[in-house]
Every structure is written in structure tokens, then in C-alpha cells.
């Protein structure tokens, strides 16, 4: 399985060309997939036209990038390619036929939130660069890729293969929240209103969370990781941000004015004090949580001087608070917030 190690930092997407031997699968497949879904290049429609549908009502229209894409009936055989997707279904009570994992989790693919949810374990699937005869092969009736590098090129070769649920419109780079995620997969699942119930349901716990701490408001705070690579900061719009911004948090502005069209932003060691903020939190990716604790000019960063960061050395807790998939945030809600609320007190 090509599993990414580091999540903070994913190199430019590429795909792979397609063999002879997949383009005769995919030829075959598309006779029989008519039936289960078409797409349409009419443009994007609102996240709430994309979510009209009664639970159990067919055809589904979901809203992405690449146009609506129309599922006539109930996929029964789903692949969920995109980071958290997989995860997305089983909140739903779907089976993925097939999945990736993206924070090399092992078994299932899934964090221990989500253990024991698969009656039967998927077929595991590359993350950056999908094995696409693999895919293929699994015989989808809905392919799943909400949260993935937007890039064109892999969206046209899975489209090929089965209805594909890509980015939504301005959800590149991974660039989608839990919310959006959410909606998007309970949609294509025909069960709108389960979605729209588990999102209530951990927006109930923001909110709750947010009231027990109301030191985070307007505070700001930097999302940051190291890798063997350096150092580097998330931007708005990701949801590693979008967790902290609904407890209250502001991220940092100069961080964000840095911003392009990844989700994140390199920061050279020369440059650490851009790392500064009310709360400066750290992910070590393949390191050790003392890569960064104990580096003296991480340490000269004013927020770290003052005593107020959060270094992440649970694995478990870095890779909820990653994830952010609507089962990861409610577990980080619980774990995580009371690591941030340590520092400002």
C-alpha cells in the first residue's frame, strides 16, 4: 500500500498513466456503470441544493468541482479514495469496499475511533497515487474522493472506473471540512438526514466545548508540524484550522497572508518567530515529538518562551486532530481541547 507518511507536506500529485490492460477494464466498465450514475459539466450547485434529497431518495445530486455528479440509485459497492472518506461511511453505516490509508493507521485504515466499525475489511488502496486497476477490479458503483489533491487528471481516470465524487468547488489540496465531507458522502448515500443528524450532533459538542473555554475566543493560535523536511504551518480553510476556529480561535494572520494553494505554508528555521501566537501547537510527522520540543530556536519562538505550545506525543491524538473526519473530531474534542486549555490558563 503507498500510504503517505507525511500528511502536512504532500508533494505534487502525479498520476501514473494508465496501462492498455486498464483502459480495456475501464471500456467495459463504462456500458455497465451508465445505469448507476452520470456526471454533468454544467458547473457546481450549492452545498444546500446537493443535500434536498429524503433519506432513501434517488437520484442524488452531489455538488463538487468538476460539475454534479447524479447517482440514479442506491451504490451498493463503494471505494472511499479521499483522506477521511472511509471513515465518512462508516459514520453513515456504509461498507467501503475499498479504501485508503492515508495516516498509515494499518488493519482497516482507520483510527481507533472507527475500529470494529467493517464487517468485512476493505480492500486497501494507494493514497497519492491509486492503483487504479485495483480499483477497477473491486467493480464500484460510487467512488468516493472528497478530500484529495483536486487534481484533474485523477479524477478523469477514476470517473472512467464509476461515478466519482471528487473535490467540492474551491476544495483542493485537501482543502474541505468534516462538515462539508459529511454532507457530500451522506448524499451520495441517499441518507442526507443521517448526515445532517451526526453533524447537529458534533457541532452540539463545539459549541459545548467552546462554552467550557471561553479563554479561547479570539485568541490566536498556529497550527504547525515538523517533518525530516522542516517546518511548515497550516493556512485557513483546512480542517486542522477549521477545528480550532469553532472553539473560538483565530489563526495566525501572518501565517494565512502566506497562504497559496496548498494547505499548508513552509516556514525556513531562519523564520520560526512566524510560528508565534496566544497558542502555538506542533505535530511531529516521522520525527519525535523532542525534534521539536528540545530545538533551541523552536524554543526562542516568543509563544514558546512564555510557555504557552502544545507539542503533540501521542501519536493518537496528532492523528485525530489530522484526520478530521466527523468520528476523529469528536475523539480530539474530548482529548485534545484539554491540552490547549493547559497553556492559556
Known amino acids: 500500500m503507498a500510504s503517505r507518511k507525511n500528511p502536512s507536506a504532500p508533494p505534487a500529485h502525479r498520476s501514473r498513466p494508465a496501462s492498455v490492460a486498464l483502459w480495456a477494464v475501464l471500456a467495459a466498465l463504462v456500458v455497465g456503470l451508465t445505469a448507476c450514475g452520470t456526471t454533468s459539466d454544467s458547473g457546481s450547485a450549492s452545498p444546500e441544493a446537493a443535500s434536498g434529497a429524503?433519506?432513501?431518495?434517488?437520484p442524488a445530486?452531489?455538488?463538487?468541482?468538476?460539475?454534479?455528479?447524479?447517482?440514479?440509485?442506491?451504490?451498493?459497492?463503494?471505494?472511499?479514495?479521499?483522506?477521511?472518506?472511509?471513515?465518512?461511511?462508516?459514520?453513515?453505516?456504509?461498507q467501503p469496499v475499498g479504501a485508503s490509508d492515508w495516516l498509515a493507521f494499518g488493519g482497516d485504515g482507520v483510527g481507533p475511533w472507527a475500529k470494529g466499525l467493517y464487517k468485512k475489511s476493505p480492500r486497501m488502496i494507494g493514497t497519492l497515487e491509486p492503483e487504479f486497476e485495483k480499483i477497477a477490479a473491486l467493480k464500484p458503483d460510487l467512488i468516493l474522493d472528497t478530500k484529495s489533491s483536486g487534481d484533474q487528471?485523477?479524477?478523469?481516470t477514476l470517473s472512467k472506473i464509476a461515478p466519482t465524487v471528487g473535490v467540492p468547488k474551491g476544495g483542493d489540496q485537501y482543502k474541505i471540512s468534516w462538515r462539508e465531507q459529511t454532507e457530500m458522502v451522506a448524499t451520495a448515500l441517499g441518507v442526507p438526514g443521517k448526515g445532517e443528524a451526526l453533524i447537529s450532533e458534533t457541532e452540539k459538542k463545539f459549541q459545548d466545548s467552546a462554552a467550557a473555554h471561553p479563554e479561547f475566543k479570539n485568541k490566536t493560535i498556529t497550527l504547525g508540524s515538523r517533518t525530516s523536511d522542516g517546518f511548515g504551518a497550516y493556512v485557513h480553510g483546512t480542517g486542522r484550522v477549521d477545528f480550532v476556529e469553532r472553539l473560538g480561535f483565530k489563526n495566525n494572520p501572518e501565517v494565512d497572508a502566506k497562504a497559496g494553494a496548498s494547505?499548508?505554508?513552509?516556514?525556513?528555521?531562519?523564520?520560526l518567530d512566524l510560528l508565534d501566537a496566544d497558542l502555538t501547537v506542533m505535530t511531529p510527522i516521522g520525527i519525535p515529538a523532542s525534534k521539536i520540543a528540545d530545538d533551541p530556536l523552536y524554543r526562542a519562538v516568543p509563544s514558546v518562551k512564555a510557555g504557552r505550545s502544545v507539542v503533540f506525543d501521542d501519536e493518537t491524538l496528532s492523528a485525530a486532530f489530522s484526520t478530521d473526519s466527523v468520528f476523529s473530531v469528536a475523539y480530539a474534542l474530548e482529548k485534545v481541547v484539554p491540552l490547549f486549555a493547559e497553556p492559556l490558563k
Open 263 to 271: 494547505f499548508y505554508i513552509d516556514v525556513s528555521r531562519e523564520n
Open 61 to 94: 445530486t452531489v455538488a463538487t468541482k468538476f460539475g454534479d455528479i447524479t447517482l440514479k440509485q442506491r451504490p451498493e459497492r463503494v471505494v472511499a479514495l479521499g483522506w477521511g472518506d472511509a471513515e465518512a461511511v462508516l459514520s453513515l453505516g456504509g
Open 54 to 58: 429524503e433519506d432513501g431518495a434517488f
Open 153 to 156: 487528471s485523477r479524477y478523469d
